[in-house]
């Protein structure tokens, strides 16, 4: 009479050579799967986060360039502006003592 050892319930495949028997223990086979659907889960998980990531972050450049756009615009106004004051107190004022007498063009 054979004696066979009996483990967890398990599958037995068909032989393979004369010697050799596959057998995949089921509480093993379900480890393994739920391994890997974990695996999947995190790897969908962080690839779904860099990409909100990567639209977030290309949407704040876009606005910085509005931003940035805007205020040289903006900038370049009062520079114009300030050059006009500029230009009209040294036509209005003068320093010189010299020639607070003479009379000015216009």
Do not use: C
């Amino acid at each position: 009479m054979s004696e066979e050892h009996k483990t967890a319930r398990s599958y037995r495949g068909a032989v393979v050579d004369d010697n050799a028997i596959i057998s995949i223990n089921i509480r093993w086979l379900g480890q393994i799967l739920i391994l890997v659907g974990a695996l999947v889960y995190g790897y969908y998980r962080v690839e779904t986060r860099l990409a909100m990531l990567e639209d977030s972050f290309a949407d704040a450049d876009k606005r910085i360039g509005d931003l940035l756009s805007k205020h040289i615009v903006e900038e370049r106004i009062e520079r114009e502006e300030l050059a006009e004051k500029v230009k009209f107190y040294e036509k209005e004022i003068n320093i010189n003592p010299l020639g607070w007498g003479k009379k000015r063009r216009k």
